[in-house]
Nanobody, 121 residues
Framework: QVQLVESGGGLVQAGGSLRLSCVVS????????MGWFRQAPGKERDFVAA????????DYADYVKGRFTISRDNANNTVYLQMNSLKPEDTAVYYC??????????????WGQGTQVTVSS
């Protein structure tokens, strides 16, 4: 059974940084692209970033480009999201997901439980 567990969320001031981690168990991690999404209260789940199975290709939403970096460690079945220059509008629950390298949620088959990121102004 495939499980994804996120960690690293928390409360940070605007301009600060956080690094999210997502450890995947079950399945063959290196066979799949990974993505990060986020969902603020009352809003839909939005794409943040994705990385190809080998890590050679990444994709970012415009609103995080230049501030967030996605990476992966296939030896340790982990995907990361380094978040710098955080803004209050980045406040959301952040989810990692396994699937195809896509901005669309339906192409991801397994999801983590989410980790809360709160950015204070």
């Amino acid at each position: 059974q495939v499980q994804l567990v996120e960690s690293g969320g928390g409360l940070v001031q605007a301009g600060g940084s956080l690094r999210l981690s997502c450890v995947v168990s079950g399945g063959t991690f290196s066979n799949y692209a990974m993505g990060w999404f986020r969902q603020a209260p009352g809003k839909e789940r939005d794409f943040v970033a994705a990385i190809s199975w080998g890590g050679g290709t990444t994709d970012y939403a415009d609103y995080v480009k230049g501030r967030f970096t996605i990476s992966r460690d296939n030896a340790n079945n982990t995907v990361y999201l380094q978040m710098n220059s955080l803004k209050p509008e980045d406040t959301a629950v952040y989810y990692c997901a396994r699937g195809r390298a896509s901005r669309v949620t339906k192409w991801y088959d397994y999801w983590g439980q989410g980790t809360q990121v709160t950015v204070s102004s």
